[in-house]
Each structure stands twice: as structure tokens, then as C-alpha cells.
T-cell receptor, first 117, second 112 residues
Framework: GAVVSQHPSWVICKSGTSVKIECRSL??????MFWYRQFPKQSLMLMAT?????????EQGVEKDKFLINHASLTLSTLTVTSAHPEDSSFYIC?????????????FGPGTRLTVT | GQQVMQIPQYQHVQEGEDFTTYCNSS?????IQWYKQRPGGHPVFLIQ?????EVKKQKRLTFQFGEAKKNSSLHITATQTTDVGTYFC????????????FGTGTQLKVEL
């Protein structure tokens, strides 16, 4: 149980285009999903916290107009990178907190590797 | 903001040697989790520690949470090549809800 999927697993796009990444909790409901970004050989940096039915909370330094997050249901959150640039190339990982799980426990998706050319 | 420092950054060991990575925070933690990330993969949850002084074991892995809940360690006994990867601690802070702050990670390489 507690499986999180992400789609696509990798994507290459041209500079200036937008890319949407989906994060789904497959066998549980998640009131909260988290979006992280990981650059090569670095740690995971939290970008935003996504709560079902409400606006996402962005971390300091993360542009909310560039990284659009939608959490329309208890099993789906999407991250749209708008007007992507090469510096946005990174590994984007989502995680989901189980509705009835232990406090703090998150389940991570397999990640989406974004390359902007 | 709140940070979690992790040392060492890299560790190369011979198979069979022990390995330890340490996490430290200047702020008291609500709980701490440990994750393993294989090259090219995503973080996989290993364990969560909540209580002051807590010690948990998973086969060759031993996890400790400091008495002051400001530090934690992961110790691997007799490393194997399958232990290769980056180990991250991740902490939640009081008032931060489920928000995780990841440590800087320790990359472990195991040589035959």
C-alpha cells in the first residue's frame, strides 16, 4: 500500500514552453501533497505544500506564478512549470501524506526528470 | 530558515566495514525520518523516530534519536554493495505540520 505515481517520468521541452507533471496517490487519500526539486548531487528542496481544495503554500524563493500547483482531489496534484527555461531543468519529486497515516510520514513518487533545451 | 546538517557528505568504505551518518539541528525536532535514494531513483522511506533517545534497528541498520531531539544517526554494520546510495535524514519541526526539511545527505559507496 501507499503507492504514489508521477507522470511523466521524464520530459524534454523547449525553452519557453510549459510542462505539467501529475502526482497521484494510487491506493490512499492524501489531504496534503508536497513538491520537491532536486538538482544533481544535491538534497531535496521543498518547493510547495499542496492541500486539497485550497491554494498551495510556497516556500521562500519559489515563484508561485511560475510553478502552478493544483490539488483538485484527494488523490491528484499537478505541478505546471510555466515558460520553462534551462535553469528549471531538475528532478521534480512529489510526496503525499496519508490521510490517516502517522504524523510526518510521507510517501514519495518516482520523480520526473525535466530537461529544458 | 530551519536547517538540518548532515555529515559526512561522502563516504567510501570497503565491503564489510561499518558506516555512520549523522544529522544535526540547532532547533529541537518534532521527529526525524531517514530515507535512502539509489542513483537515479527516488527517496525511499526507511524509518521514523519520534521519542527522545529512541533507538530502532532494521537488520544491519541502527537508527538513533538524540536525547535532546536535535541530532540523529544511522549506523550500518558490515556494509554490502547493496547499501550503495545516498542517505538523507528529514526532520519535522514543531508547528511545521508534516513539512519535511531534508538534510544534505551522505553518499555511500561500497567497494569490494
Amino acid at each position: 500500500g501507499a503507492v504514489v505515481s508521477q507522470h511523466p517520468s521524464w520530459v524534454i521541452c523547449k525553452s519557453g514552453t510549459s510542462v505539467k507533471i501529475e502526482c497521484r496517490s494510487l491506493d490512499f487519500q492524501a489531504t496534503t501533497m508536497f513538491w520537491y526539486r532536486q538538482f544533481p548531487k544535491q538534497s531535496l528542496m521543498l518547493m510547495a505544500t499542496s492541500n486539497e481544495g485550497s491554494k498551495a503554500t510556497y516556500e521562500q524563493g519559489v515563484e508561485k506564478d511560475k510553478f502552478l500547483i493544483n490539488h483538485a482531489s484527494l488523490t491528484l496534484s499537478t505541478l505546471t512549470v510555466t515558460s520553462a527555461h534551462p535553469e528549471d531543468s531538475s528532478f521534480y519529486i512529489c510526496s503525499a501524506a496519508h490521510l490517516s497515516g502517522r504524523a510526518g510520514e510521507q510517501y514519495f513518487g518516482p520523480g520526473t526528470r525535466l530537461t529544458v533545451t | 530558515g530551519q536547517q538540518v546538517m548532515q555529515i559526512p557528505q561522502y563516504q567510501h568504505v570497503q565491503e564489510g566495514e561499518d558506516f555512520t551518518t549523522y544529522c544535526n539541528s540547532s532547533t529541537t525536532l518534532s521527529n526525524i525520518q531517514w530515507y535512502k535514494q539509489r542513483p537515479g531513483g527516488h527517496p525511499v522511506f526507511l524509518i521514523q523516530l519520534v521519542k527522545s533517545g529512541e533507538v530502532k534497528k532494521q537488520k544491519r541498520l541502527t537508527f538513533q534519536f538524540g536525547e535532546a531531539k536535535k541530532n540523529s544517526s544511522l549506523h550500518i554494520t558490515a556494509t554490502q554493495t547493496t547499501d550503495v546510495g545516498t542517505y538523507f535524514c528529514a526532520a519535522t519541526f514543531t508547528g511545521g505540520g508534516n513539512k519535511l526539511t531534508f538534510g544534505t545527505g551522505t553518499q555511500l559507496k561500497v567497494e569490494l
